[in-house]
């Protein structure tokens, strides 16, 4: 078997799926990463009007999580991000939930994602539009990771927090490269998620564990309540293109790319990652299923954005950050046009090619041009039996159930 990701589902999903439950967004990522570039999906022709050399160019799944396709996308990502960016530090801000709600996630990803972004943003603002602190409005990047280094399910909020703000007319800067005291930000995210929590629980938004009883509800509570919340606060970075880059690895392509398996067959796959700890590089042989539930549970929820702006980043206050850069006697913000498509370029006479032809096999993936962004889950469909993994090993595919209203 070939050490790719394509290679690996389409050698192995078919009997994988049989023994997993998969929610429908998992499926047809599982599908367009072993459709991708293939003839099921057909291809574009190009010819050269001088020499008739015929060039056929497979057409990609487009899939957020397929690592095949999605260089380009986030190359084109990371420039418009740059052209964004303000000419200032930047702060790069690192939310992580305690793993005692990881099961509560699995069981409510639409409600949890959102609220990660909505609590990690209301608190940087909060806190920042304070006099005491900042005292202006900053503009924020936020991308949500849900795994860690070895695919383990790990959610966690990148920030990427511009060191000045506006107030009023005036450009104020984070002083003594001191953005916020980590205990008062500890202090109000955990508070405002909490909260958030017990309300909807009250309220019957959110579904519980099927094994889960009243008290075991009120346990984890009170344990990650008083537990010390993991939030760093790194920077500042200038411009902010370091963080930018980082994250841009990780807005599409999925978890996993092809470069980090080094080896997979019909038992196990053996894949490199770099440990944070003590910044090595190192491996990991898990077996096949156990690698492809850690590679399938990080399927983002289909039409979630992974990445949201706010503040001086979002997208209706380009005149608010001309206003900035007007302040500090910089060029205002361009704006962004994608690239031109290339033409390909014949390799006998050099001569730009004439696209003839346009084949497609399937439209699940591709249609008019653009992503299917969103579709149907069957995330109310029961499960008969869910077996938890520990979290530091692998992790359940769950459909949701939910708990019946009292």
């Not at 396709?69 to 992580?96: A, M, Q």
């Not at 001191?178 to 995210?189: D, I, Q, R, S, T």
Request: a positive charge; proline letters at 3%; hydrophobic letters at 35%.
């Amino acid at each position: 078997m070939e050490a790719t990701l394509q290679s690996i589902f389409r050698s192995e999903f078919g009997s994988y799926r049989k023994m997993h439950g998969l929610s429908i967004d998992q499926i047809k990522a599982a599908q367009a990463i072993m459709d991708c570039q293939s003839d099921e999906l057909g291809h574009e022709e190009w010819l050269c009007r001088d020499d008739d050399y015929v060039l056929r160019q497979p057409h990609s799944c487009r899939h957020r999580s397929c690592p095949l396709c999605n260089g380009s996308k986030s190359r084109e990502w990371l420039d418009k991000i740059k052209s964004k960016l303000l000419p200032c530090d930047h702060y790069h801000v690192v939310f992580t939930l305690p793993h005692e709600l990881n099961a509560i996630w699995h069981y409510n990803r639409r409600w949890c994602a959102d609220k990660l972004f909505q609590a990690t943003a209301e608190t940087l603002r909060e806190l920042l539009k304070d006099e005491r602190y900042l005292g202006g409005e900053v503009g924020l990047l936020s991308s949500l990771h849900t795994w860690g280094r070895t695919q383990i399910f790990h959610p966690h909020m990148h920030v990427l927090v511009t060191g000045i703000g506006l107030h009023s007319d005036d450009v104020c800067r984070v002083e003594n490269d001191f953005l916020l005291p980590v205990g008062v930000l500890k202090a109000k995210f955990c508070g405002k998620w909490l909260s958030w929590l017990n309300e909807a629980y009250a309220n019957n938004e959110i579904t519980l564990p099927q094994e889960w009883i009243e008290l075991e509800w009120r346990r984890v509570l009170r344990q990650v309540s008083r537990k010390n919340w993991n939030i760093r606060i790194q920077g500042a970075y200038k411009h902010g293109d370091g963080v930018a880059i980082y994250l841009s690895r990780y807005v599409r392509g999925g978890t996993i790319k092809n470069q980090q398996i080094i080896s997979a067959d019909d038992q196990r796959v053996t894949f490199c990652y770099k440990d944070h700890h003590d910044c090595k590089s190192k491996t990991m042989t898990l077996p096949i299923a156990h690698f492809m539930t850690r590679v399938l549970w990080h399927v983002a929820v289909a039409g979630q954005h992974q990445v949201r702006y706010y503040g001086l980043y979002a997208s209706g206050a380009r005149e608010k950050r001309d206003k900035v850069r007007s302040t500090l006697g910089v060029e205002l913000e361009k704006v962004f046009e994608k690239p031109d498509r290339e033409v390909p370029i014949c390799p006998m006479c050099g001569h730009d090619l004439m696209h003839v032809m346009s084949i497609r096999r399937k439209i699940s993936y591709i249609r008019n041009s653009r992503v299917q962004q969103c579709v149907t889950t069957d995330r109310d469909r029961p499960v008969a039996h869910i077996d938890y993994l520990n979290h530091e090993t692998s992790l359940p595919i769950i459909c949701a159930v939910r708990r019946p209203l009292n």
